[in-house]
């Protein structure tokens, strides 16, 4: 199973990846209600594929360091873009 890069788990992770331009969008407009469910979606994802990757035996080389970047990118950019609409101090963001 270490061959396959389109497995489920890594399958979640590129969703994932594939949630932060809405996130970032949905922050920059103002629409806080939304960035937070994303988020919570992010995180409910990152939970089932990390359980799914070791309950099928479906871990890769690929999926061990896409999920760590696509969490560490969802919560950076979170900071980010909060500290660029002033919500929060520059000082927490860096």
Known sequence: MKNRVLTVP??????RLAFL??????IKYDHYAV???ILILGGMSDGL??????????????????DPIADKLLLS??????ALK?????????
């Open 77 to 82: 950019s979170s900071y980010f873009v909060l």
């Open 10 to 15: 890594n399958q979640l992770t590129f969703l």
């Open 35 to 37: 960035a937070l469910g």
């Open 49 to 66: 594929d990390g359980w799914l990757a070791r309950t099928l035996n479906q871990r890769t080389p690929l999926g061990a360091y896409l």
């Open 86 to 94: 002033a919500k929060i101090p520059w000082w927490l963001a860096i």
């Open 21 to 26: 331009p809405f996130f970032i969008i949905a």
